[in-house]
C-alpha cells in the first residue's frame, strides 16, 4: 500500500460512515478488528481502564443492526453524521502495518440538535485479500473525559 | 413560582404523581433543601483518597463538597466554598491538597478539616471583631459523615436520622459485593463514565426497579445482540458481550418471579431470588479463591445473591454482582448527571474487572446502546410531561391498599411498590426542617 492509498482509503472510511453505509464500514476492519475510543487522555490499557468504545467486528455488528430496527426508538427520526478530517499523514510502517494520524471535526445531529466532537483518528492498517483493511481504529476526542449526551453514530 | 412544603407533598398520591415533582425548578429547590440536606447521601469511596490531603470534589444534591483524608486517616467532607467571598476551593475531580486547603483567590488557607490555617496579611483583621464572624471558623464541615465498608455517606442537616437507621437491612447489597472480595476489599478503578441525561434524576431512581420495561425498550439493543449471535456460525465461543446483552430480554414471568424487595425509608432491590447477572460463566480460579477465603457454603451463599438494582434513597444505586456504582447527581429539574463507578474485587483475577467495566461500557455510557434505549424514554418523558392534559404519572401496578403499614416486603417482581416506596420517603421529608 502506498501512502496515497493509505490516505485514500481513510477518507474514504469516513465517507463511508457519513453516507451511512454500514455493512461497507464494517468490511472494512479485519476480523480481529477493534474500534477504539479511550476514555483518559493518552490512555494505553483497553482492558483494565474503561473507554468509550473498544468494540470487537460482533459489537459493531450488533451496533449497526440496532441502527436499522424498526424498534430502535432512539433512532425514530434517525441521526446523521459528518465528519470534516484533515489530510492524513502516515506515520509509521512496521511489519506490514501502516498507521495514519489525521486530526477531524465529527458533527453529530438528530432532531433539533447538533453535537460538535473533535478528535485525532489513527489507523492501524494491514493488507488482506489484496486490499487495505483496518486492524485498529483508535478514536481519541479532545475532550474524552467530558460528559456526553448520547453518541450514537460512529467518529 | 415559589411552592410550600404543604401543596409539594400533595403532588404525590398513594398511587400516582403530578408531573411537577419532574419539572418544576420550584419543587427541585425544595428537594435540594429538604431531601438531599435530610438524607444520607453518597459522595464516594475511601480507596479514592488513601494518603493523606487525597481529595475528591462532588455535590450532596446540589451542594459541592469536597471529601479529604485527614490528618489522622480519618475522612472528612466540607462544603466546597471558601468562606471569605465564595470561590470553589478544590476544582479537580481528585487531587492532593497537601496539608492545607488554599484558596485561589486570596490565598486563605484551610487545615484538612476545615478550620483556618492562616491569612495574609492578618493585622488587617485585628480589632474588627473578625474572631466572632462566620469566615473565621473556616470551610463548614458537613457535620455528619460515615464510612461503611469504604463507602463514604455524608447527611448535611445538623440532627436527624442516623445513618443504620436510615439505610437498615439495605447495607446487606453493599455488604454483598464487598464480601465478592475474597480480602473483603473492594477500589474503585478504571476511570468514571459520566452520561448527562437531560431528565429528572428520579425517572433513573425509578427506572432501576421497572422490570416491565427491559424486554420492550431494550428489545433493540439486546434483541438484536441476541439476533446477531444466532447467525454465528455453531461452536463460536461465548461471547462475554452477548452474556451481559441477552438476559436483558427475558420474559415477563422471569422478572415476575425474580422478585423486588423493598426497605423502609425509600430503599429495596430487584433480584430477591435470581436476577439478569445470575448466569454469567464463571472467571477461572476465582471460586476457589472465595472457597479458601470464606468456606464453601458461604463462599456459594455470597456468588448466589444475584440482586440486581439495590436502589439506595435518594440518588445512588449499587450492581453487586457485577461491582457497578452508579449516582444520579440532580442538575436541575430537567438534568442530571449520571456517573458509573467500577470497583475491582481486590484479591480476584483481572478478568472481574474486564466484565465489570465492558458492562458499564455497553449499559450506561454516553456510547452504549442500553443506555440510548432508555434515555430516549426519559428525554421524550421530560419533554411531553410539559403538556397540561392528563398531569398525573401512573405507579400503581401490583398495588395493595395496606403495603404502607409493611416496612419491609418482597413482592412479585414486576410491582411498582418500590417507587412508591421512594415517593413516601420523598414525602416524608418534605416536611423535616431543611438544614
Ligand atoms: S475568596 Fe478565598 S481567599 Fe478570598
Ligand atoms: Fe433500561
Known amino acids: 500500500m502506498t501512502d496515497h492509498e493509505a490516505i485514500a482509503f481513510v477518507l474514504h472510511e469516513a465517507r463511508l460512515i457519513d453516507e451511512q453505509r454500514l455493512d461497507e464500514w464494517l468490511d472494512l476492519f479485519t476480523e480481529d478488528g477493534r474500534y477504539w475510543m479511550p476514555l483518559e487522555m493518552g490512555q494505553t490499557d483497553p482492558i483494565l481502564h474503561n473507554s468509550l468504545f473498544y468494540d470487537d467486528k460482533i459489537l459493531l455488528r450488533i451496533r449497526i443492526e440496532r441502527l436499522k430496527g424498526a424498534k430502535t426508538y432512539s433512532q425514530k427520526p434517525k441521526s446523521r453524521c459528518h465528519h470534516l478530517m484533515q489530510a492524513p499523514l502516515v506515520e509509521r510502517r512496521e511489519g506490514g502495518e501502516i498507521s495514519t494520524w489525521a486530526a477531524f471535526h465529527y458533527v453529530e445531529t438528530r432532531l433539533d440538535e447538533q453535537t460538535l466532537y473533535a478528535g485525532w483518528a489513527r489507523h492501524t492498517l494491514v493488507v488482506e485479500d489484496g486490499r487495505p483493511r483496518i486492524r485498529l481504529k483508535r478514536v481519541d476526542l479532545v475532550n474524552c473525559d467530558s460528559a456526553f449526551g448520547n453518541i450514537q453514530l460512529f467518529m | 413560582m415559589t411552592r410550600d412544603l404543604a401543596t409539594v407533598r400533595d403532588l404525590v398520591r398513594e398511587t400516582e404523581v403530578h408531573r411537577d415533582v419532574y419539572t418544576s425548578p420550584a419543587v427541585f429547590d425544595l428537594e435540594m433543601k429538604h431531601v438531599f440536606g435530610n438524607a444520607w447521601v453518597y459522595v464516594g469511596h475511601a480507596s479514592q483518597i488513601p494518603a493523606m490531603g487525597d481529595f475528591t470534589t462532588t455535590t450532596i444534591g446540589t451542594t459541592p463538597v469536597v471529601m479529604v483524608r485527614q490528618g489522622n486517616g480519618a475522612i472528612g467532607v466540607l462544603i466546597n466554598r471558601c468562606p471569605h467571598k465564595g470561590t470553589r476551593v478544590a476544582n479537580e475531580p481528585c487531587g492532593n491538597a497537601g496539608r492545607f486547603f488554599r484558596c485561589p483567590y486570596h490565598a486563605w488557607s484551610f487545615r484538612l478539616d476545615g478550620t483556618v490555617a492562616a491569612i495574609p496579611l492578618p493585622g488587617g483583621y485585628e480589632n474588627t471583631g473578625f474572631k466572632d464572624s462566620t469566615a473565621a471558623q473556616g470551610m463548614t464541615p458537613v457535620g455528619h459523615v ?91 465461543p461465548r461471547h462475554p458481550a452477548v452474556e451481559i446483552y441477552a438476559p436483558f430480554m427475558s420474559s415477563y414471568q422471569f422478572y415476575e418471579a425474580m422478585g423486588i424487595r423493598v426497605w423502609p425509608n425509600g430503599h429495596g432491590h430487584t433480584g430477591v431470588s435470581h436476577s439478569i447477572h445470575s448466569d454469567y460463566s464463571a472467571i477461572p480460579g476465582y471460586f476457589e479463591q472465595m472457597v479458601a477465603a470464606y468456606g464453601e457454603e458461604r463462599a456459594k451463599s455470597i456468588l448466589d445473591t444475584a440482586r440486581h438494582n439495590t436502589a439506595y434513597f435518594p440518588n445512588m444505586t449499587v450492581k453487586g454482582p457485577i461491582q457497578t456504582l452508579r449516582l444520579f447527581k440532580p442538575v436541575a429539574a430537567d438534568r442530571t448527571m449520571v456517573e458509573s463507578w467500577t470497583f475491582r474485587l481486590v484479591g480476584a483475577p483481572d478478568r472481574l474487572l474486564e466484565r465489570t467495566l465492558m458492562y458499564s461500557r455497553l449499559i450506561n455510557a454516553p456510547t452504549s446502546p442500553v443506555g440510548h434505549d432508555d434515555l430516549e424514554m426519559y428525554e421524550r418523558a421530560q419533554d411531553a410531561l410539559h403538556a397540561d392534559a392528563n398531569p398525573w404519572i401512573n405507579m400503581q401496578r401490583l398495588y395493595d391498599p395496606g403495603e404502607e403499614a409493611q416496612a419491609s416486603a418482597v413482592a412479585n417482581g414486576t410491582t411498582e411498590w418500590q417507587m412508591r416506596n421512594q415517593f413516601r420517603a420523598w414525602k416524608a421529608l418534605m416536611r423535616e426542617a431543611a438544614p
Open chain 2, 146 to 236: 460515615h464510612v461503611y465498608r469504604d463507602f463514604v455517606f455524608a447527611r448535611l442537616a445538623e440532627s436527624g436520622i442516623g445513618f443504620e437507621d436510615f439505610f437498615g437491612e439495605g447495607l446487606s447489597s453493599i455488604d454483598n459485593m464487598v464480601d465478592r472480595s475474597p480480602v473483603g476489599k473492594l477500589e474503585v478503578v478504571g476511570g468514571v463514565l459520566r452520561y448527562l441525561h437531560k431528565c429528572n434524576y428520579k425517572m433513573l431512581m425509578e427506572n432501576l426497579t421497572d422490570t416491565c420495561h427491559p424486554m420492550v425498550a431494550h428489545e433493540s439493543s439486546a434483541g438484536t445482540a441476541v439476533n446477531v449471535w444466532k447467525t454465528m456460525p455453531e461452536g463460536t
